[in-house]
T-cell receptor, first 114, second 113 residues
Framework: AQSVAQPEDQVNVAEGNPLTVKCTYSVSGNPYLFWYVQYPNRGLQFLLKYITGDNLVKGSYGFEAEFNKSQTSFHLKKPSALVSDSALYFCAVRDTNTGNQFYFGTGTSLTVIP | SQTIHQWPATLVQPVGSPLSLECTVE??????LYWYRQAAGRGLQLLFY??????ISSEVPQNLSASRPQDRQFILSSKKLLLSDSGFYLCASDEGTSSYEQYFGPGTRLTVT
């Protein structure tokens, strides 16, 4: 069955430190992987995606993510966290075998401490 | 790029009243459209998705329904709201295999009292 796991409900990091938000996935075919950010009472904003090619993908606001096929992971990273990065982050996967449906993780709340 | 509009932004309705939430999409044609519900600011629950006019798939049995009367219009409805229908409703759109990612509207906060 297709699924996405975000093992951490909450991540705290000091401003200026590197941040990592973890995501693992399970699909039957080739995965299309995505990260989204959500600020309070707002819709989800697309950050970045992995479809094919280079395992390290760069996205909006200085975020990047690394696709690791052997570990079935797609962790979100940023070299230096900002207070304004504090938000809810969602990982999602689209299974090429099942077509249109997206599977979202349960979200990780990131707090950047000044 | 796509722009997704949702209205109303917030809604307070009594139990047993009807519901109609609307979503419209600009900047694309023949999109896939989705309704999600988010409870307590956390995980997304897929309610309905549509690959074309009058083509609706329901993911979760409940007292909600969806309709797509036009290519870029998606409506979520209920005849009688329940307390458990409270939540944050998000409309999303994608272009199938041409761009892969979904884009989300700003959401509607529904409180059933």
């Amino acid at each position: 069955a297709q699924s996405v796991a975000q093992p951490e409900d909450q991540v705290n990091v000091a401003e200026g430190n590197p941040l990592t938000v973890k995501c693992t996935y399970s699909v039957s075919g080739n995965p299309y992987l995505f990260w989204y950010v959500q600020y309070p009472n707002r819709g989800l904003q697309f950050l970045l995606k992995y479809i094919t090619g280079d395992n390290l993908v760069k996205g909006s606001y200085g975020f990047e993510a690394e696709f690791n096929k052997s570990q079935t992971s797609f962790h979100l990273k940023k070299p230096s966290a900002l207070v304004s990065d504090s938000a809810l982050y969602f990982c999602a996967v689209r299974d090429t075998n099942t077509g249109n449906q997206f599977y979202f993780g349960t979200g990780t709340s990131l707090t950047v401490i000044p | 790029s796509q722009t997704i509009h949702q209205w109303p932004a917030t809604l307070v309705q009594p139990v047993g009243s009807p519901l109609s939430l609307e979503c419209t999409v600009e900047g694309t044609s023949n999109p896939n459209l989705y309704w999600y519900r988010q409870a307590a600011g956390r995980g997304l629950q897929l309610l309905f998705y549509s690959i074309g006019i009058d083509q609706i798939s329901s993911e979760v049995p409940q007292n909600l329904s969806a309709s797509r009367p036009q290519d870029r219009q998606f409506i979520l409805s209920s005849k009688k709201l329940l307390l458990s229908d409270s939540g944050f409703y998000l409309c999303a759109s994608d272009e199938g295999t041409s761009s892969y990612e979904q884009y989300f509207g700003p959401g509607t906060r529904l409180t059933v009292t």
